[in-house]
């Protein structure tokens, strides 16, 4: 408990406090449906990870063809639901937020900075920033509840722990995104 309240002081503090609304209810439904069933993440996020891992072929279980690809989507697009709907949920009881607040501003260090934070820490109804409890839970919610319908080669506690940490890299890129895309669309709005 002490390593938890050490982390929040450390990286709590360095984030800059702006001015927050606390979530609402439908914003909350809002970011559960975006981020399990938005664009980002049927037509892009989903198929890339599920077209990695069939050329990789993993779970072995499941064919390197179309039929395998279909499986490891459906499996992604479930996982998503999991791990989103056990943040969601938890955050809603714990006050916790689950938006990503960009600085879109500053040095581009400082904008990586605030990314990475944002991938542990949440907001909390009072503006600041604390460890992300449910957005933990949510990524080890994610992990291990593929050993109920994923290969056996996949789920041993090993395989999920791993996951798990890697729901951090996967929310930091997603974080990335956001912060720059006001660069981004730049980028591609230019003739």
Not at 93 to 116: C, H, N, Q, S
Not at 171 to 187: D, G, M, V
């Amino acid at each position: 408990m002490r390593y938890l309240a050490l982390l929040t002081l450390l990286f709590g503090s360095l984030l800059t406090a702006q001015p927050y609304a606390p979530i609402t209810a439908s914003q909350r439904a809002k970011f559960f449906t975006d981020d399990t069933f938005g664009v980002r993440s049927l037509l892009l996020a989903d198929p890339a990870v599920s077209a990695w891992r069939t050329w990789r072929g993993r779970p072995v279980e499941w064919d390197k063809n179309w039929e395998g690809f279909g499986k490891r989507y459906a499996s992604r697009v479930t996982i998503n639901a999991i791990t989103n709907g056990t943040e969601v949920s938890l955050g809603a009881i714990w006050k916790e937020d689950p938006r990503y607040f960009p600085k879109t501003g500053g040095t581009v260090k400082a904008r990586l900075t605030e990314a990475a934070r944002q991938s542990v820490l949440s907001r909390y109804a009072d503006g600041n920033y604390h460890i992300g409890a449910a957005k933990a839970a949510g990524m080890v919610a994610g992990s291990f509840g593929q050993k109920l319908f994923m290969p056996a080669s996949v789920t041993s506690n090993g395989d999920c722990s791993i996951r798990a940490v890697g729901y951090v890299g996967a929310r930091f890129l997603s974080n990335l995104f956001e912060e720059f895309r006001p660069e981004i669309r730049k980028l591609f709005r230019r003739k």
